[in-house]
T-cell receptor, first 111, second 112 residues
Framework: QKEVEQNSGPLSVPEGAIASLNCTYS??????FFWYRQYSGKSPELIMF????GDKEDGRFTAQLNKASQYVSLLIRDSQPSDSATYLC???????????FGAGTTVTVRA | EAGVAQSPRYKIIEKRQSVAFWCNPI?????LYWYQQILGQGPKLLIQ????????DSQLPKDRFSAERLKGVDSTLKIQPAKLEDSAVYLC??????????FGNGTRLTVT
């Protein structure tokens, strides 16, 4: 059983719309969650992290965590063509940042 | 701050040959990771170092893969002999105290 799963996607949204990405995890000991963005042929870059239940906003990005449902999501508001990338969800059980990654969700923003 | 440095960027070898990758983490980062990312999949952890000691190598195929971080700074990952299924991007990452993972640009390996 995979520890982190991303089942949605690929996702195509029009420019200016909201892109919603979902992630579930199986290990209840997971404490912190990270969203990485990966452009084609590039390495992953950190967008946001969240470790408390609820919402966390950073610019056009909002991460949501629900530990009871073991569910993490990322919302991208006012989507831009530059947001077109693969988004990786990752979780860790401890503060050592040893991350377990999902397979990723590919987002395409249509101009 | 300088990022995680990796070399080479690309490598093409024939199966059964050997190959080595090099990584220099962000200065001051005690923890170093090697991940393997096969096309269309998320990164999979191969090995984690804390300074020069191995913390987790449970997913490292030890019959063909080896890694070392002798002085607690830079690290090398070796594959010998390579198989077709080893074709992937090998990502090195580092983290410090209260600092999440930062990845290098990766080495794209093609085994023919």
């Amino acid at each position: 059983q995979k520890e982190v799963e991303q089942n949605s996607g690929p996702l195509s949204v029009p420019e200016g719309a909201i892109a919603s990405l979902n992630c579930t995890y199986s290990d209840r000991g997971s404490q912190s969650f990270f969203w990485y963005r990966q452009y084609s042929g590039k390495s992953p870059e950190l967008i946001m992290f969240i470790y408390s239940n609820g919402d966390k906003e950073d610019g056009r990005f909002t991460a949501q965590l629900n530990k009871a449902s073991q569910y993490v999501s990322l919302l991208i508001r006012d989507s831009q063509p530059s947001d077109s990338a693969t988004y990786l969800c990752a979780g860790t059980a401890r503060d050592d940042y040893k991350l377990s990654f999902g397979a990723g969700t590919t987002v395409t923003v249509r101009a | 701050e300088a990022g995680v440095a990796q070399s080479p960027r690309y490598k093409i070898i024939e199966k059964r040959q050997s190959v080595a990758f090099w990584c220099n983490p962000i200065s001051g980062h005690a923890t170093l990771y090697w991940y393997q990312q096969i096309l269309g999949q998320g990164p999979k952890l191969l090995i984690q170092f804390q300074n020069n000691g191995v913390v987790d190598d449970s997913q490292l195929p030890k019959d063909r893969f080896s890694a070392e971080r002798l002085k607690g700074v830079d690290s090398t990952l070796k594959i010998q002999p390579a198989k077709l299924e080893d074709s992937a991007v090998y990502l090195c990452a580092s983290s410090g105290t209260n600092s999440p993972l930062h990845f290098g640009n990766g080495t794209r390996l093609t085994v023919t």
